[in-house]
T-cell receptor, first 112, second 115 residues
Framework: QKEVEQDPGPLSVPEGAIVSLNCTYS??????FMWYRQYSRKGPELLMY????GNKEDGRFTAQVDKSSKYISLFIRDSQPSDSATYLC????????????FGKGTKLSVIP | NAGVTQTPKFQVLKTGQSMTLQCAQD?????MSWYRQDPGMGLRLIHY???????DQGEVPNGYNVSRSTTEDFPLRLLSAAPSQTSVYFC??????????????FGSGTQLSVL
């Protein structure tokens, strides 16, 4: 079993919908949780970063971490066609660990 | 501000050939790394460096060499290319600051095909 599981989709939603993207993990040592967005033929870019359990909000994006269930989520409100991309979750153990473990990514299409 | 620059963008090699993928960053980042991205496999770490003269292996290091002689540059060398190394390669860098490196800045990638 891979350490990080992420449904690859594809996921297609109408413009304005609320999108929920999820990852599960098995390594209880993971302490840092990230979401990266990757547009086609581009490198990933950091979207959200959280350390502790709970919610973190940034504009239309909310990242949620539940360490007890080993489950993280990214919610996108009022989705836009420009949100169409692949979303990658990533995780890392404590400070001093330099290796990020990525999920496979979920491809999202927002239809106008 | 150029950020992370990778060259070349595309490369086709024959089995057994060697080549170097170049990566340069102008943000004075201590941390640099190389990932490969394959369909259905996600991003996997090949090698990384936390400063000039310091490198370490990631998840999939076999068949690749790296060195870090300057803060700015982190080349990836394929010693004897194999079809299994066909992939998209990304270089990424970040500050270390307090021992963390969550905010990676990625280059635009090199698409490599080995025939």
């Amino acid at each position: 079993q891979k350490e990080v599981e992420q449904d690859p989709g594809p996921l297609s939603v109408p413009e304005g919908a609320i999108v929920s993207l999820n990852c599960t993990y098995s390594n209880s040592a993971f302490q840092y949780f990230m979401w990266y967005r990757q547009y086609s033929r581009k490198g990933p870019e950091l979207l959200m970063y959280t350390y502790s359990s709970g919610n973190k909000e940034d504009g239309r994006f909310t990242a949620q971490v539940d360490k007890s269930s080993k489950y993280i989520s990214l919610f996108i409100r009022d989705s836009q066609p420009s949100d169409s991309a692949t979303y990658l979750c990533a995780m890392k153990e404590g400070a001093g660990s330099y290796q990020l473990t990525f999920g496979k990514g979920t491809k999202l299409s927002v239809i106008p | 501000n150029a950020g992370v620059t990778q060259t070349p963008k595309f490369q086709v090699l024959k089995t057994g050939q060697s080549m170097t993928l170049q990566c340069a960053q102008d943000m004075n980042h201590e941390y640099m790394s190389w990932y490969r991205q394959d369909p259905g496999m996600g991003l996997r770490l090949i090698h990384y460096s936390v400063g000039a003269g310091i490198t370490d292996q990631g998840e999939v290091p076999n068949g690749y060499n790296v060195s870090r002689s300057t803060t700015e540059d982190f080349p990836l060398r394929l010693l004897s290319a194999a079809p299994s190394q066909t992939s998209v390669y990304f270089c990424a860098s970040s500050y270390l600051g307090q021992g963390t490196n969550e905010k990676l800045f990625f280059g635009s990638g090199t698409q490599l095909s080995v025939l």
